[in-house]
């Protein structure tokens, strides 16, 4: 070949053209150097300028082992086939041989692996850094084979996005200190775990074998068994309480039971099945209640006393049960108790008043407190009744010392005043007075206005038989002293006095023709004497007289309480001695105590029928 080469065939093996291209065992016109229509073997081959492989379907680059008999490694290209377009890199292991690196026609690389474990891809000096995946999963495996770190890098800035070393990952920073360390440097920190619309739960874990969990996340439209639909969440998902801290200090904690704690690490008073809220200061504890930054109410201890307050204007603090209102505070003291609506009391600023609904109230004015029911007091300084009512209206008032209930009893209507009856009076002395307010110094007053009806009625039904104490009165130590007392209606008359000692006596002396007929016992009860045979049974002939009269022994005698009153009669001792014990009253220790006299009238009797029949037998005898 001269310096000035024109184009033509070496037997039809080998073509060339003016520019030193060429071709062989191909029948292209040579564009390259070197067109080869088949495989190029040799133990070495130097291209200075482009290698063109033409085939009717695949174009191969074999590599031979020493023998140049089997094929260790390939490159191919495919052109008509399914596969056309794609570079395929094959390797030779254990006699099977497998594409290891496929390079499609747009560009995308892909590494194959097979039976044999193979597709490893490493980087870096000494195979530091690889990438392979495993034999079993097929999770693609990222390590550093050294001591260094594995680095993503910015691919604008160059900077360390990402850093992998030690167990540890980096974000931001090239020393993690946890197994997760997220830095940001000169601007806003933000962390996002996204998920698209169509998915529902979004969870992030924190945990601990045999330990605490921490768990985070949204429920979008399901719930797991604990959390509702719909809702983001952070805390634990075990046995374990859930802390807040600040300063490095335990600000808050949610117990696994769901109570909760501000400023202390432990709930007191735990109620089984009750949530609790613990408020925990030093000294005090303040808990506010703020909208837009301005406190309007709080709850505040300050060690001895528990304040409730509403520092709103004109506000109201109210207890509510079963989502209704029971209870309000208003602005200006007022207290209502069901309903919460108000009305009208006294135009006085200075009444604190109580509503508790139906016509029910209670207030204050300057010096005295009312009680009222069904009535009010109207704008023109009028007691009406609220509303239409079948059992009247009353007020109960402490004004002056004076505790007094009056009323009205009977229908009314509302918007209507009534006059009121006084039913009870206790006033400032302690005298106590009942359907009557006019009482002078009786500890107790009573008036009775309905006809057929005790002032005062004693009951002790259901008491045990000898036990019952009706009326007790205890006043008075002598005969100038009245216990109990009976009087007119005026008051102008005594009927019946009993005094101090005992004694009892009518001071109206009212008098009588009549026999006594009244006994009193020594035990002190009061019979009446009666001779009716229906009262009598048993009856019998008398027959002692003349010989046992002749045996009495009749004495003067003056009373130990008597003073010098001189009285006549007998011995009741001398008289049970006689045998006379029908004429006899015992005291309850057995002892003769008292005679009955009038009965003595039978033994009196027969003795003197028994003295006439002496007379009448000395009368025959001298006849």
């Given at each position: 070949m001269g310096a000035t080469r024109n184009t033509g065939y070496l037997e039809n093996l080998i073509q060339y053209d003016a520019s030193d291209n060429v071709a062989i065992a191909t029948s292209v016109n040579p564009s390259y150097k070197v067109t080869l229509g088949g495989s190029l073997l040799g133990t070495s081959a130097v291209f200075s300028g482009n290698l063109s492989l033409q085939g009717a379907v695949t174009r191969n680059i074999n590599f031979y082992d020493s023998s140049n008999t089997n094929i260790n490694a390939q490159i191919q290209y495919d052109q008509i086939s399914s596969n056309s377009g794609q570079l395929f890199f094959g390797t030779n292991n254990a006699g099977t041989f497998a594409t290891r690196l496929t390079i499609s026609n747009t560009g995308k690389a892909t590494f194959s692996n097979d039976i044999q474990g193979g597709g490893d891809l490493y980087f870096s000096k000494a195979t530091r850094t690889t990438i392979y995946p495993t034999t079993t999963n097929q999770n693609l495996h990222i390590k550093s084979n050294g001591t260094g770190t594995l680095q993503f890098n910015d691919d604008v800035t160059g900077n360390i996005a990402m850093v992998v070393g030690g167990g540890n990952v980096g974000i931001g920073t090239t020393s993690p200190s946890g197994k997760l360390d997220v830095y940001a440097s000169g601007t806003d920190l933000q962390t996002y775990f996204s998920q698209a619309s169509s998915g529902n739960n979004n969870f992030t874990r924190w945990t601990r074998a045999s330990g605490p969990t921490l768990i985070a996340g949204v429920v979008r439209s399901t719930n797991d068994g604990n959390q509702k639909a719909n809702t983001a969440f952070i805390g634990t998902s075990n046995a374990y309480d859930f802390l807040l801290y600040s300063g490095d200090l335990e600000r808050m904690r949610i117990t696994s039971g769901g109570n909760i704690a501000i400023g202390n690490t432990t709930v007191n008073n735990v109620v089984a099945n009750r949530t609790i809220l613990e408020l925990n200061g030093t000294s005090t504890a303040l808990f506010n209640l703020s909208i837009g930054g301005s406190r309007l109410g709080y709850l505040y201890h300050n060690g001895t006393n528990v304040e409730v307050g509403n520092e709103a204007s004109g506000g109201a603090i109210e207890f509510n049960t079963a989502g209704s209102n029971r209870m309000r505070i208003r602005s200006g003291g007022e207290v209502s108790f069901i309903?919460?609506?108000?009305?009208?009391?006294?135009?006085?600023?200075?009444?604190?008043?109580?509503?508790?609904?139906?016509?029910?109230w209670l207030y204050r004015d300057n010096s005295d407190v009312y009680?009222?029911?069904?009535?009010?007091?109207?704008t023109s300084g009028q007691w009406v009744a609220k509303y239409s009512y079948n059992q009247g209206v009353g007020i109960l008032s402490l004004a002056g010392g004076n505790f007094t209930w009056n009323s009205y009893d009977g229908n009314v209507t509302a918007g209507t005043g009534y006059s009121l009856s006084p039913r009870f009076l206790i006033t400032s002395g302690g005298n106590v007075g009942i359907g009557t307010t006019s009482i002078s110094n009786e500890k107790l007053t009573i008036n009775q206005t309905t006809g057929n009806f005790s002032a005062l009625l004693v009951n002790t039904t259901g008491v045990t038989a000898g036990q019952s104490y009706g009326l007790t009165i205890q006043a008075g130590t002598n005969s100038s002293d009245r216990s109990f007392g009976v009087y007119n209606q005026g008051g102008t008359t005594e009927y019946f006095k009993v005094s101090g000692d005992g004694s009892i006596a009518n001071p109206s002396h009212p008098t009588?023709?009549?026999?006594?007929?009244?006994?009193?016992?020594?035990?002190?009860?009061?019979?009446?004497?009666?001779?009716?045979?229906?009262?009598?049974?048993?009856?019998?002939?008398?027959?002692?007289?003349?010989?046992?009269?002749?045996?009495?022994?009749?004495?003067?005698?003056?009373?130990?309480?008597?003073?010098?009153?001189?009285?006549?009669?007998?011995?009741?001792?001398?008289?049970?001695?006689?045998?006379?014990?029908?004429?006899?009253?015992?005291?309850?220790?057995?002892?003769?105590?008292?005679?009955?006299?009038?009965?003595?009238?039978?033994?009196?009797?027969?003795?003197?029928?028994e003295q006439q029949a002496q007379i009448e037998e000395l009368k025959s005898k001298l006849a």
């Open positions: 309903p919460t609506t108000w009305t009208y009391v006294n135009p006085s600023t200075s009444y604190r008043n109580m509503d508790f609904g139906a016509g029910g009680l009222t029911s069904n009535n009010y007091y109207n009588t023709a009549n026999a006594a007929n009244v006994h009193m016992t020594v035990a002190g009860t009061f019979f009446r004497n009666t001779s009716s045979l229906k009262y009598k049974n048993t009856v019998t002939d008398y027959n002692k007289g003349l010989n046992i009269v002749n045996q009495l022994r009749p004495v003067y005698y003056k009373g130990n309480n008597d003073g010098d009153k001189i009285f006549a009669g007998l011995i009741a001792e001398e008289v049970h001695d006689l045998g006379l014990t029908e004429f006899v009253q015992y005291a309850e220790d057995g002892s003769p105590d008292a005679l009955a006299y009038q009965n003595m009238v039978a033994l009196l009797t027969k003795a003197i029928q």
